[in-house]
């Protein structure tokens, strides 16, 4: 197997491995986007199982005895020196180094951004609760007990009755 298909086949083994198909599926809401997505699947392991089975595969060598007990020694021996002077360029992967930097500071930059989102989640969440415990206790609350909770406030209403500003 060559060293560039072996590697696409490793690669499109670990992305089959990594995938969560169930998962996905599940995070879906339409009939259309379920279709869709099956059609996404069925692609992606059709696609798999054609570079598993083209790239696993080394290439049988060529019988060139063969061939000349058919056809010649003369031509086969032609075509046997064009094929030996044949070579197949190595690919060199010139995309990937440039933006693997680029992909990874954006890793990097929604981890950031992730963790951000979990703390303001958990305020929110925090929030949330202190406002519905405030409702529950709207009724039956006094003053005192909510500027307990909100000294800013209390301050801000003794400075108003200080400075004689009754809001008119």
């Known amino acids: 197997m060559s060293g560039a298909g072996k590697k696409v086949v490793d690669v499109a083994k670990k992305a089959t491995k990594t995938i969560d198909w169930d ?3 599940k995070l879906l809401i339409s009939d259309e986007a379920r279709k869709e997505f099956a059609t996404l ?3 992606f392991e059709e696609v798999n199982h054609a570079l598993e089975t083209k790239f696993s595969q080394e290439p049988e060598p060529i019988d060139w005895e063969y061939y000349r007990k058919g056809i010649g020694s003369r ?4 075509y046997k020196e064009a094929f030996d002077t044949i ?7 010139k995309v990937t180094p440039e933006y693997k930097p680029k992909f990874d500071a954006l890793l990097v930059e929604f981890k950031e951004a992730e963790e951000q989102s979990l703390k303001e989640s958990e305020r929110l969440e925090k ?6 415990e405030l409702k529950k206790k ?3 609350m006094t003053a005192d007990e909510y500027f307990a909770k909100h000294p800013e406030l209390k301050q801000k209403f003794d400075d108003e009755i200080r400075n004689d500003n009754w809001g008119y």
């Open 127 to 132: 929030e949330i609760a202190e406002i519905q």
């Open 75 to 78: 031509i086969v021996d032609m």
């Open 87 to 93: 070579e197949i360029p190595k690919y060199v992967d």
């Open 41 to 43: 699947r069925r692609t």
């Open 138 to 140: 709207l009724s039956t």
């Open 23 to 25: 998962g996905l599926a």
